[in-house]
Structures are given as C-alpha cells and as structure tokens.
C-alpha cells in the first residue's frame, strides 16, 4: 500500500519569506502522480502544483514549486515571497498511474503566514 | 458554473439515525468520489465511481453506503449512524483524460453523531 508522509505539523514563515514543506512517499510504482493541496480555513480543497512522476523537471506555478526526487521518494513544496492568504493547511497526495481512482493523503502541515 | 456541491453543510444526528450526503457536479467529469477527513488528518477515500452505473470501495468503506444515481449525482448513505462517523465528508470529481489524477472538491459536510 502506497503511504505518504508529512513530518511537518505546523511551520510558519514572515510575509514574504520563502518556506519549504516537506513530503515522503512510499511505491513500488514507477509511473504515477504527485499533487499539493491547499486547504484553507474555508475548508475547500484547492490544487497548488501537480507533478508527473516521468517528468524530470520539477514543476512550477507561479510563487510554488516543488524538488520532485524520485530515487528518494521526496516531494517537497516550496512557497516563495509568502502572502498571508496563503496560511493554510497543506496536503501532499499520491496517485498511483494518474488513474484518479485512489489518491492517498499525508496528514497535513499547517502552515501559519505572519505580517 | 457551481462545480461540485454538496448538501447539507452541517448536520446533527443522534446514534443510530440514517442519512444521506448528497453531492452534484456540473463539470461532466466521469469520477466521482467520497473522502472523510477526521481532525488534524488528511482525507481518506470511503468510496469513489469510476463511471456512471459503477462504484468501488476505497479505504474505510464499512458503515457507509453509495449511489451513483447518474453522471452528476452521487451520494453516500449513513444506514445506522455511530459516533466514529463523526467528521468532514468531502465529495470529489476528476477527468483522467483532460487532467490526470487531479480532483475537484465539494466544500464538505461538516456530520456530527452524537
């Protein structure tokens, strides 16, 4: 079964700082899907960056990137010039083949944006 | 476009009450899916559709029921509800062709059993 792993509970970053929240995954798969979602106190689940697993180059939205590592299963998410808007709770998921039948959650980092 | 819309909002039941979460979509995607998301965790897949007229269980299916009515509707039953079921339920969609693995949200239904 595929797990993922958040080791982050709770970061926090001054306004227009940059920050990185970190994310691990378990699979034996070697084609599948990575995403950053932003869950903020509206409870809405809103998509950051999506990656392919057979892309090499990391991608990028904006102020969001990612350092998708493959060999070490690390999928991190790095927000650049902070807003406060972005304070929220951040999930990384995991979706085996892009098949959209089962993305497996981490636990969440929430994380606090300060003027 | 409302996207994906879920009723109710908030819902009070006592132990061992039924109900049904209702969720629509607007967006013709084919996938339909029901998370529950319990405090300080992230989401976790009770049942999904992949297609009109199919649904399969995700990860804590026990206790809950599906329907796929038809292409937009696709709602989750509570036959006897238990304090455990006590959480956020969040309906999803996706198109894996346009948009692989990516997944629409509904604004969740805040269930408390009590």
């Known amino acids: 079964a595929q797990t993922v792993t958040q080791s982050q509970p709770e970061m926090s970053v001054q306004e227009a700082e940059t920050v990185t929240l970190s994310c691990t995954y378990d699979?034996?798969?070697?084609?599948?899907?990575l995403f950053w979602y932003k869950q903020p106190p509206s409870r809405q689940m809103i998509l950051v960056i999506r990656?392919?697993?057979?892309?090499?180059q990391n991608a990028t939205e904006n102020r969001f990137s990612v350092n998708f590592q493959k060999a070490a299963k690390s999928f991190s998410l790095k927000i650049s010039d902070s807003q406060l808007g972005d304070t929220a709770m951040y999930f990384c998921?995991?979706?085996?083949?892009?098949?959209?039948?089962?993305?497996?959650f981490g636990g969440g980092t929430r994380l606090m944006v300060k003027p | 476009n409302a996207g994906v819309t879920q009723t109710p909002k908030f819902q009070v039941l006592k132990t061992g009450q039924s109900m049904t979460l209702q969720c629509a979509q607007d967006?013709?995607?084919?996938?339909m899916y029901w998370y529950r998301q319990d405090p300080g965790m992230g989401l976790r897949l009770i049942y999904y559709?992949?297609?009109?007229?199919?649904?399969d269980k995700g990860e804590v299916p026990n206790g809950y029921n599906v329907s796929r009515l038809n292409k937009r509707e696709f709602s989750l039953r509570l036959e006897s509800a238990a304090p455990s079921q006590t959480s956020v339920y969040f309906c999803?969609?996706?198109?894996?062709?346009?948009?692989?693995?990516?997944?629409?949200f509904g604004p969740g239904t805040r269930l408390t059993v009590l």
């Open positions: 999803a969609t996706s198109e894996k062709v346009a948009r692989p693995g990516e997944q629409f």
């Open positions: 699979t034996s798969e070697n084609n599948y899907y």
């Open positions: 990656q392919e697993a057979y892309k090499q």
């Open positions: 998921a995991y979706d085996r083949s892009g098949a959209g039948n089962m993305l497996t």
């Open positions: 967006m013709n995607h084919n996938s």
């Open positions: 559709s992949a297609s009109e007229g199919t649904t």
